[in-house]
């Protein structure tokens, strides 16, 4: 069966875009028995082609849906990550930002994926999700070796024997005419 919904955990609303300002939704998809993916269609990405750099940084210098505010070379440093962007250009696309978070790139934990929306700067806020702690490991003593098996008794050893002997195949000899020994 195929899932492509919006996610409906707790920590997905309230997401707001740190380009646009703008509120966004999370898709959970998966296909058959997989685990869902996350991402969000709506959210500005980075990693979206333009035909003229002056666009893309344009696009890049937008914070909290201020147009401008990223300036100066701010507009590559990544408004999630605090990570600085490259401009990368791809003949036929056009250019793109890389080395920063992108929303529309699936990932499958939807924690880390709606902690990486909420960060700021690199800093996530004090009431972000969090994994659950892994369970405390727990130590099995052992007090003393698990008893052996019974071994059968020569008895009945002595029949599984004979049994196994009677279903074993026979020796048998193939006289072929017309062949020579040697």
Same mark, same amino acid.
């Given at each position: *069966?195929?899932?492509?919904?919006?996610?409906?955990?707790?920590?997905? /609303?309230?997401? /707001?875009?740190?380009?646009?300002? &703008?509120? =966004?939704? =999370?898709?959970? =998809?998966?296909? $058959?028995?997989?685990?869902?993916?996350?991402?969000?269609?709506?959210?500005?990405?980075?990693?979206?082609?333009?035909? !003229?750099?002056?666009?893309?940084?344009?696009?890049?210098? =937008? /914070? $909290? $849906?201020? %147009?401008?505010?990223? @300036?100066?070379?701010?507009?590559?440093?990544?408004?999630?990550?605090?990570?600085? *962007?490259? %401009?990368?250009?791809?003949?036929?696309?056009?250019?793109?930002? %890389?080395?920063?978070?992108?929303?529309?790139?699936? $990932?499958?934990?939807?924690?880390?994926?709606?902690?990486?929306?909420? *960060?700021? #700067?690199?800093?996530?806020?004090?009431?972000?999700?969090?994994?659950?702690?892994?369970?405390?490991? @727990?130590?099995?003593?052992?007090?003393?070796?698990?008893?052996?098996?019974?071994?059968?008794?020569?008895?009945?050893?002595?029949?599984?024997? #004979?049994? !196994? /002997?009677?279903?074993?195949?026979? &020796?048998?000899?193939?006289?072929?005419? #017309?062949?020579?020994?040697?």
């Amino acid at each position: *069966m195929s899932l492509n919904v919006p996610a409906t955990q707790a920590y997905f /609303r309230n997401l /707001r875009c740190a380009y646009t300002g &703008k509120p =966004v939704t =999370v898709l959970a =998809v998966s296909a $058959g028995h997989t685990s869902p993916i996350y991402f969000s269609p709506d959210a500005f990405d980075p990693s979206e082609f333009y035909k !003229l750099p002056e666009d893309l940084f344009a696009a890049l210098g =937008v /914070r $909290g $849906g201020i %147009i401008g505010a990223a @300036r100066n070379g701010a507009e590559l440093k990544c408004p999630y990550t605090g990570a600085e *962007m490259a %401009i990368n250009f791809v003949k036929g696309f056009g250019y793109q930002a %890389i080395g920063g978070f992108c929303p529309s790139q699936p $990932g499958e934990d939807p924690v880390i994926f709606a902690r990486s929306m909420m *960060m700021r #700067g690199g800093k996530v806020p004090k009431d972000a999700p969090k994994h659950a702690p892994p369970p405390k490991a @727990r130590s099995l003593e052992v007090t003393e070796p698990p008893a052996p098996k019974p071994s059968l008794s020569e008895d009945a050893a002595s029949k599984a024997e #004979g049994i !196994l /002997r009677d279903l074993a195949p026979k &020796k048998t000899t193939v006289t072929v005419r #017309g062949m020579k020994g040697g």
